[in-house]
């Protein structure tokens, strides 16, 4: 299935489904609240069907934008936006520390047939305006299948120490919350994905019992207000990351279906990890986007079909 994309110079691009459906808008434009972190995001994501898969700014976290790249604790920084979590004082409105995504550039940015391949450049800017980390981020849409009511979105990241120090990745629970350790490429579900159901393989496990659990991929699906539909997400991690001779540093989920639908491919849920200056890191992940209510079987089947 072929796909249109349209690009707003300074602002967005969009991917749209040769039914007429855009399914991908990539805002690289940020909102201007710094308090919100501003960095580039995806919304909305929507399915072949239409339905949208992404919440932009809830009124419980209004930093949570669609599908976006985050750090919650760097080296005293918040680059998720928001309040930051104080040990012993809990969340604290602390705008010094909220840093920012600086779009820099798309060096690739082609389309052929029914693929999207967007390379793009970042800074990771703190909060007082020094650069501390410079990223080239991948964005590939494909596998658009009709048939299956089905396509994948592939996020990489490869984030470079910039500072003459090293950069020191964390999240709350490091900072000691338990269980919040989030971090990391991060989804935040429109209000319909509230109470969905989570799962993973081999496992009847909910979303509160794969908190903080490892898995190559994760399933969040749910039924639809307003229309009588259902949709899934599935969260998929490339083969290196989960290798611990390649990833830089093992990763958790962090999933809640109630109160808010949220999934995170936390990088640092349990430890920290440092990376030292001029060096490098490296995830790559998959984010299926499918009509109707898939079961194990049917995930398993798709990530099957699609190479990395």
């Known amino acids: 299935m072929s796909i249109r994309v349209s690009h707003v110079h300074g602002e967005h691009i969009a991917v749209e489904a040769a039914n007429g459906t855009e399914i991908l808008r990539y805002v690289y434009r940020p909102d201007p609240e710094a308090f919100e972190a501003k960095k580039p995001y995806a919304h909305p994501v929507r399915t072949l069907g239409g339905r949208t898969v992404t919440g932009y700014r809830p009124n419980d976290h209004r930093w949570h934008k669609g599908l976006q790249m985050t ?60 650069e501390w980390a410079r990223e080239v981020r991948g964005i590939t849409v494909h596998s658009v299948d009709e048939e299956a009511g089905s396509w994948a979105l592939d996020w990489s990241i490869r984030l470079t120490n910039t500072r003459d120090e090293p950069l020191a990745f964390g999240s709350p629970t490091t900072a000691g919350r338990e269980m919040a350790g989030y971090t990391g490429l991060q989804w935040r579900g429109p209000r319909d994905f509230t109470g969905g ?95 109707g209510a898939w079961d194990e079987e049917r995930v398993s089947s798709c990530l099957e079909g699609l190479s990395w």
Do not use: I
Not at 103 to 113: A, I, K, Q, Y
């Open 71 to 130: 750090a919650s604790h760097l080296s005293g920084q918040n680059f998720w936006g928001g309040n930051c979590y104080v040990h012993g004082q809990g969340y604290l409105p602390l705008p010094e520390r909220v840093g920012s995504m600086r779009h820099d550039g798309f060096p690739v940015l082609s389309v052929e047939d029914d693929r999207l391949t967007v390379a793009e450049e970042l800074t990771w800017v703190e909060n007082g305006g020094t």
């Open 197 to 291: 159901s989570v799962f993973a393989p081999d496992t009847d496990s909910d979303a509160d019992k794969l908190m903080g659990s490892q898995s190559p991929w994760l399933a969040f699906t749910t039924e639809h207000d307003d229309v009588d539909a259902h949709s899934t997400l599935v969260f998929a991690h490339a083969p290196e990351n989960l290798d611990p001779q390649t990833a830089v540093h093992e990763s958790h989920w962090f999933v809640r279906s109630e109160p808010f639908p949220t999934v995170a491919f936390s990088w640092a849920f349990f430890e920290e990890f440092e990376l030292p200056p001029g060096e490098s890191f490296e995830y790559r992940y998959r984010l299926v986007v499918a009509d």
